[in-house]
């Protein structure tokens, strides 16, 4: 019901930018939290970043912090990452995350949480 469409990964040299996209579309009443998770070879899924929309409220993995920033086009329900300075232990596999409340006739209306399918991002010279 709410498809997820990720962009903007691909490989860059250490210290190089890249700047993720996610695009949520499907029958969204709003949308409660936007997040970026990661996952490298051979370790679990980590919280890259994550804003939550009531609130606007920014939190960031500490290995991300000055580096990443998290933001939102509202219009779009499109959430990115702008990936600065990265280096070779930034290398995983970016996973976009939303989760919020869906277009309904039910009250209370449902929830959802939609994952996108994930773009890599390599980081090496």
């Known amino acids: 019901q709410v498809q997820l469409v990720e962009s903007g990964g691909g490989l860059v040299q250490p210290g190089g930018s890249l700047r993720l996209s996610c695009a949520a579309s499907g029958d969204i009443f709003s949308i409660s939290a936007m997040a970026w998770y990661r996952q490298a070879p051979g370790k679990q899924r980590e919280l890259v970043a994550i804003l939550r929309t009531s609130s606007s409220r920014i939190t960031y993995a500490d290995s991300v912090k000055g580096r990443f920033t998290i933001s939102r086009d509202n219009a779009k329900n499109t959430v990115y990452l702008q990936m600065n300075s990265l280096k070779p232990e930034d290398t995983a596999a970016y996973y976009c995350?939303?989760?919020?409340?869906?277009?309904?006739?039910?009250?209370?209306?449902?929830?959802?949480?939609?994952w996108g399918e994930g773009t890599q991002v390599t980081v090496s010279s």
């Open positions: 995350n939303v989760n919020g409340v869906l277009v309904s006739g039910r009250v209370p209306a449902p929830g959802f949480i939609s």
